[in-house]
């Protein structure tokens, strides 16, 4: 009669190798990232993206979306790669800070006083919100998981940053995956609402997302945020498919 091995057992030998959430490879040191995908997230970027839909808040991001990092993307949404998560939300850590940088003086003015970072005025980060359906199928809301990490890992260097659900559907919208730039607008055209507006009318905003393609979503949410009196002073993302050398 075969032995069954104890799960605990088989828990150590998943844990013990596997596959680069990028490139692929097997990883005998049990990280989700071999150090050339790794590196491409933290040492990669920023650069400033090219949005096609006017309107778009000055956008950062710390990669092209192609591969390794598309895959890195969609392991970690579609395919239960939630080991990425630390590394693409210090990615997007990042792009936040390259979109503070870069700010105009009038703007930052408005979040840095003359005490430096450690008078720093609060930065909230507001992800762009999942639909409903993606966050049943996927067990969970990753894009607002990213904007978290993001937040503690600025919070590490003494940034005082927070994740802020400030946002949500007023309607429901297509998966933006192969609409036209077109098609993009219309899909989004009055489809966020901002919601606990009041929690960051104080705070220094900046969006946040894992893509950036078009603009289209990031010029709807600084819409719906401006509508109800909350100035956007940037966006961040992870992964751009157009950006500025």
Known sequence: MPLVRPLWAALLDLAAERDCGGCGRPQPSGEPLCPA?????????PWRTLAAVPGTP?????????????TMLIGYKERGRTDLRRALGRALARAVAQTLDTLPDTALDAVFDTA?????????????PSRRKAVRDRGQ???ARLARTAARALREVGLPVRAVPALRHARAVEDQAGLSREQRQTNLA???????AAAVATSSVV???????SGASLAEASRALREAGVPVLGAATIAAARVRS
């Open 116 to 128: 430096g970072a450690a008078g720093c005025a609060s930065v909230a980060l507001v992800p762009m």
């Open 58 to 70: 000055r956008t950062h991001a710390v990669a092209r979306y192609e591969d390794p990092v598309r």
């Open 190 to 196: 009055g489809a966020l609402r901002a919601r606990r």
């Open 207 to 213: 969006l946040v997302d894992d893509i950036s393609t």
């Open 37 to 45: 995908c790794d590196g491409l997230l933290a040492e990669g970027g």
């Open 141 to 143: 809301d990753t894009t």
